[in-house]
T-cell receptor, first 117, second 110 residues
Framework: NAGVTQTPKFQVLKTGQSMTLQCAQD?????MSWYRQDPGMGLRLIHY???????DQGEVPNGYNVSRSTTEDFPLRLLSAAPSQTSVYFC????????????????FGSGTQLSVL | RKEVEQDPGPFNVPEGATVAFNCTYS??????FFWYRQDCRKEPKLLMS???SGNEDGRFTAQLNRASQYISLLIRDSKLSDSATYLC???????????FGAGTRLFVKA
């Protein structure tokens, strides 16, 4: 069972460079999301998607783009990397878009450590 | 003010101790609640959902107080393997956003 696969695990960028963090799930999950985790801040929601072709902004969307052309894939694009985007990024998915359900477990990828110099 | 707040700790307890964490949330429209566990440099994993009536899973008990807008996690008979960060998680109704607290760090010592 692959679950949620994130690549790369580590990345170093220079200020101004662009890159895409990949996220794929093989569980036919409807809901996918991207978080960043910074010390003392917890996980903050960047963007999320409730299905193919549908995306929306989370708490901290600036500087990031997403798309959801298929159910399986939800890439996160950094358009022009900045040192403030140095963080650990997690992709997460769950079966349905129903965030209110008490059994709506989030499955996480193993994370990407990104450093922007 | 953060929407979900937790005491960051750390809580340092001996093996066998009972320890409790609280978490408060500010949005009264919050609909469902969870505790996740995160080991150092790893992804978060669901520990348990929190039901209105309270629920128990082995040594772990979760409680929800909607009137005061807080949830709690009680760990009995602490094990070394319980050392981790515990994340309080809240889903809002009327939207699709899952909000995480910053986490409470627990160290269990022999």
């Amino acid at each position: 069972n692959a679950g949620v696969t994130q690549t790369p695990k580590f990345q170093v960028l220079k200020t101004g460079q662009s890159m895409t963090l990949q996220c794929a799930q093989d569980m036919n999950h409807e809901y996918m999301s991207w978080y960043r985790q910074d010390p003392g801040m917890g996980l903050r929601l960047i963007h999320y998607s409730v299905g193919a072709g549908i995306t929306d902004q989370g708490e901290v969307p600036n500087g990031y783009n997403v798309s959801r052309s298929t159910t399986e894939d939800f890439p996160l694009r950094l358009l022009s990397a900045a040192p403030s985007q140095t963080s650990v990024y997690f992709c997460a998915s769950s079966l349905t878009r129903n965030r209110g359900a008490t059994n709506e477990k989030l499955f996480f990828g193993s994370g990407t450590q990104l450093s922007v110099l | 003010r953060k929407e979900v707040e937790q005491d960051p700790g750390p809580f340092n307890v001996p093996e066998g101790a009972t320890v409790a964490f609280n978490c408060t949330y500010s949005n009264s429209a919050s609909q469902s609640f969870f505790w996740y566990r995160q080991d150092c440099r790893k992804e978060p994993k669901l520990l348990m959902s929190v039901y209105s009536s309270g629920n128990e899973d082995g040594r772990f008990t979760a409680q929800l107080n909607r009137a005061s807008q807080y949830i709690s996690l009680l760990i009995r008979d602490s094990k070394l393997s319980d050392s981790a960060t515990y994340l309080c998680v809240v889903n809002r109704s009327g939207g699709f956003k899952t909000i995480f607290g910053a986490g409470t760090r627990l160290f269990v010592k022999a």
